[in-house]
């Protein structure tokens, strides 16, 4: 076989190729696309409606903290109980807001109401684009508790 029709003989087949998984793409369309959104491989950036919701997360923290501290005093025991509930339902309300792609953290800190100062830090490297935050803060006479849930957007 000449070289001139065995190039030609391959060139053809890699159209073959290129055709058949382009037919294959087609076929599997709905497997590769999210909502008629776009294909979810290539989505950097979460649309409007997928972007963290701060403002409710703010709101089931409110709710969640008011509830389970609420006419409540210090106690190391109970504290430690407390912490754990808390973030075991703050996380899982945060879970049935189904925001596509986002993983989320949430941290408390608890402590006792002694009239000392408290500092609360958190550093993160993160896209300042797609991830985000939102906080609250609850307290009484006896106690403290900050609130933090972060989403990270998974690319």
């Not at 998984?21 to 950097?44: E, T």
């Not at 403002?55 to 005093?73: P, Y």
């Not at 608890?110 to 408290?118: S, Y």
């Amino acid at each position: 076989m000449s070289v001139e029709k065995k190039k030609s003989s391959e060139n053809g087949h890699l159209e073959q190729e290129h055709d058949d998984i382009k037919d294959q793409l087609k076929s599997s369309s709905q497997l590769d696309l999210d909502d008629n959104k776009g294909p979810i491989a290539y989505r950097m950036r979460p649309s409007l409606e997928d972007i963290f919701k701060a403002k409710t997360i703010k709101e089931i923290i409110q709710r969640v903290l008011t509830k389970t501290l609420q006419g409540k005093k210090y106690n190391v025991e109970d504290a430690r109980k407390w912490t754990q509930e808390i973030a075991d339902t703050i996380s899982a309300s945060v879970k049935d807001l189904n925001m596509p792609r986002y993983k989320h953290v949430v941290q408390i800190s608890l402590g006792q109401q002694l009239g000392a100062g408290c500092r609360y830090i958190a550093k993160c490297s993160w896209d300042a684009e797609c991830d985000s935050y939102t906080s609250d803060i609850f307290s009484n006479a006896t106690l403290f508790c900050v609130c933090t849930v972060f989403g990270i957007y998974v690319y």
